[in-house]
């Protein structure tokens, strides 16, 4: 159980932090072209400007939660009030994904993948940290 919590946990962070990086600081046109497939050189240039800004501030905070889970992993694994507040953000991030489903229908395969793999990464963590915690 551990080896599983930590892959999923390191997987899930790395790609946190390399997403959140690229999209706040390198090219975040690359997730409009690849990823949502939106083409935003078609929207007016206040419009295009308005989202990259918005999309770059988003993507800052969650290079953020990645640099702050990755500094902090020690204590995500052992300690009470950061592993559930690690849990909450992550499953945060998986609650809003299923009420965009609900709400505006199933995105493109790569969200639904993504959602899954987060899915899949919260239950081993939460089990193994729960183990681990309450044994101390």
Do not use: C
């Amino acid at each position: 159980m551990r080896i599983l919590s930590h892959f999923f946990f390191y997987t899930y962070i790395g790609l946190v932090l390399i997403a959140g990086f690229w999209g706040a600081f390198i090219y975040p046109k690359f997730d409009f072209q690849y990823l949502l497939r939106l083409d935003i050189d078609t929207l007016s240039e206040d419009t295009r400007n308005t989202l990259l800004s918005q999309y770059r501030f988003l993507r800052a905070i969650e290079f953020g939660f990645g640099l702050w889970a990755f500094y902090f992993t020690k204590r995500i694994f052992t300690e009470n009030v950061f592993n559930r507040l690690f849990l909450y953000i992550m499953l945060g991030g998986i609650v809003a994904r299923i009420i965009g489903i609900v709400v505006e229908g199933v995105p493109s395969y790569a969200m639904l993948a993504f959602m899954i793999y987060e899915l899949i990464a919260i239950i081993f963590i939460f089990i193994y940290t729960k183990m681990r915690i309450d044994a101390t």
